[in-house]
């Protein structure tokens, strides 16, 4: 299960990450901020997992 929550932690990271990309180069500033939202709610997933995996050694 960890590793299934680690795999969708990076998959928020990176498509928050292209999100924000395409944003920017198209000008939308709404698109940019959805894509910083979404790269944080996978950083917020990857800090949880991580802590889960800590307590579990």
Do not use: Y
Not at 5 to 26: C, F, H, L, N, S
């Amino acid at each position: 299960m960890a590793a299934d929550g680690k795999t969708q932690a990076r998959i928020e990271q990176v498509r928050g990450k292209v999100k924000e990309a395409v944003g920017r180069a198209v000008g939308n500033g709404r698109m940019t901020a959805e894509g910083r939202a979404e790269q944080s709610m996978g950083d917020m997933r990857e800090a949880k997992e991580k802590a889960g995996d800590a307590f579990h050694r």
